[in-house]
């Protein structure tokens, strides 16, 4: 069932399922709780799994002229724990979703349990950048169909064989991404705080226990970056699974749900 809370500025819209330890799901660049389909029923099986679409994006509203930057996501974060009464939580953000997870783990310290950066970057001039190709694909256009350079960027981002190979889902993810509308102010703004996010310098002070997460054929945000965000944390591991694309996530939702789950269990 969706529920929202009010954070001010508009309604963050959010659903739960399962049982245990709460685990906060924070989404990718322009998506939302929509994304994770193919994974919250595994992890609620072993934990309460706290999806949401961030601040303009589908189900949530902000008021015309609002901001959209990392920091107010992870504001937002803090908002919606506080009001389902949580005082800590597993977090799991992956690419921008690792991005907010940062900032959240580094700003509210004892909001976060434990946490998993999968797919993502301290981002800053340390960033290990994709093929110019791939870069193109996310640039905003005023001239190109919107409807298929989504596509096409959403494409890029799974291996070549599973686009062959599983048409239906691919097809599915995209069309879920087109439904779920991201209005262009704030697909921009999501954009300009993720070219400028750079955590390089403070990610060491994280204290949280953090798996880093990523596939080796991942071409959007290459693994180099889990490695070299991995070496400047304290209280990381490191996890490169083989042939694991950016959305290792959707594609082998049992790989990325075993990893975390052991993860998070660990004593």
């Not at 399922?17 to 609620?44: C, E, N, V």
């Not at 599915?172 to 300009?192: H, K, S, T």
Request: aromatic residues 8%; glycine residues 8%.
């Amino acid at each position: 069932m969706i529920e929202t809370i009010d954070i001010g500025v508009g309604s963050l819209a959010f659903e739960r399922s399962g049982s245990g330890d709460p685990l906060l799901l924070i989404p990718g660049f322009a998506s939302g709780m929509w994304s994770w389909h193919r994974l919250t029923g595994l992890l609620a099986e072993r934990f309460e799994v706290i999806a949401f679409d961030p601040r303009g994006v589908a189900r949530s509203r902000i008021a015309p002229g609002a901001e959209v930057t990392i920091d107010l996501i992870a504001e937002d974060v803090v908002s919606l724990l506080g009001s389902l009464g949580i005082e800590s939580a597993h977090v799991l953000g992956i690419s921008f979703g690792g991005f907010v997870a940062q900032e959240l783990a580094l700003g509210y310290p004892e909001r976060v349990n434990r946490l998993v950066l999968a797919s993502t970057s301290f981002g800053g001039t340390g960033h290990v950048t994709p093929s110019s190709d791939v870069l193109a694909a996310f640039a905003p256009s005023e001239v190109s169909d919107p409807e298929e350079r989504r596509r096409q960027f959403l494409t890029m981002a799974f291996s070549p064989e599973f686009v062959e190979n599983e048409q239906d889902v691919v097809s599915e993810f995209c069309e879920q991404r087109l439904e779920n509308v991201v209005p262009d102010e704030v697909y921009r703004q999501q954009l300009a705080s993720a070219l400028a996010f750079d955590t390089s310098e403070r990610v060491g002070k994280i204290l949280a226990r953090t798996l880093v997460l990523s596939g080796d054929r991942d071409t959007v945000v290459p693994a180099e970056n889990s490695r070299n965000l991995a070496r400047a944390m304290h209280f990381a591991e490191l996890r490169i699974v083989p042939g694991g694309s950016h959305m290792l996530f959707v594609e082998r939702p049992d790989i990325f749900n075993e990893a975390v789950t052991e993860f998070l269990l660990a004593r």
